[in-house]
């Protein structure tokens, strides 16, 4: 079986980690490529990258999609490549139009759901032809049965037709880094304990403008003793959320790190009081079990799919009501009996999701549709 598998944002965040990153996405494709490595019955997984100008996972490099779209479209070519392909996994909204059997990874369906939380002023037009495009699968894989419901609801396939795959924590996140090293990222970042820790990219749906109010009303002078350090990269703003980390950095109680490496990251999550993830909108939230397994406690919303992958082992709150992060945050610093059961917790959760299981389900799902 030879299967074609999509890493067109792995490449891009590859290319430039700086500027774009690896995103969660990015994630997911690079973690099943190793797991397909280590799997002495894998098949032959042939990676595809569109638009990109090298890459760094082995990819065959494709023209840019808009070119490829239009010219299977107008069948004035084909892409040479997935001729002698059996099946296309395809992992992101770069969905190859081919004769051949179709895999398609949706995470979420913000772009049906939420438009508002997209950047781009094309977001509808982009959004109905991304709808189209991921019709044409023969079978969807998601990560959460949160995702599982709302793919039923705006792309009309049903639920015989979706299997959820939720991802997986890499081992490094379980492993203890020394009290040196930790110190040692930790001064090169100029950070000094104690801290909540924010994971993500900066956009309006992460909910940072609310975070940030709700950190700033702890009382007395505990916003400055436990700042919050904001780890992510600019997405984009909505005019309100760069101008909150702002207001709270020139007040001494925020810190933005934009880019960190994973080393970087993993110190941090085995440094912090707490992770604030109190996200308006998530497929998953890897971040919520990346911090599980790193031993850090955790504050998440109880929107979308954020109440499923957490379960009992975080404190869950409404991510519109200020006061209840406000509060969130204060039992963290307050109850170091309430901070160690959820260490527990949250590292007993955090051994329920496996790569190595998700790509043997994944391969499973190769063999059905062939």
Known sequence: MKVAFGTTLLDRGLNDPKQDGIDGIGQYCQELLKQYQQISNSPSISPYSFGQRQSQCGSTLLPSYSIHVIGALSQIHSEAFFKDIDLIHSTDQFIPIANKPLLATVMDVIPLSHPQFLKSQSRYHKSFIWKKLTQRADRIVTISEYSKTEITKYLGFSENQIDVIPPGVDKRYFQRMTDAEKKRVLDLLNIKTPFFLFLGSIQPRKNL????????????????????????????????????????????RAKWLNYITEDQKIALLQSATGLAFVSLYEGFGLPIIEAFASGLPVITSNYSSM?????????????????????????LIEDDSLSNNLKVLGKQRSKLFSWEENAKRTLSIYQQLI
């Open 307 to 331: 109440p499923e992958v957490t379960s009992d082992a975080g404190i869950i709150v409404d991510p519109e009501n200020t006061q209840q992060i406000t509060g969130a945050l204060l039992s």
């Open 209 to 252: 403008t609310r975070l940030l109010n709700a950190h700033a009303k702890l009382p007395r002078s505990l916003a400055r003793e436990f700042p919050l350090i904001i780890a992510g990269k600019l997405a984009w703003d909505d005019g309100k959320t760069l101008r909150s980390i702002e207001h709270a950095i020139s007040e001494g």
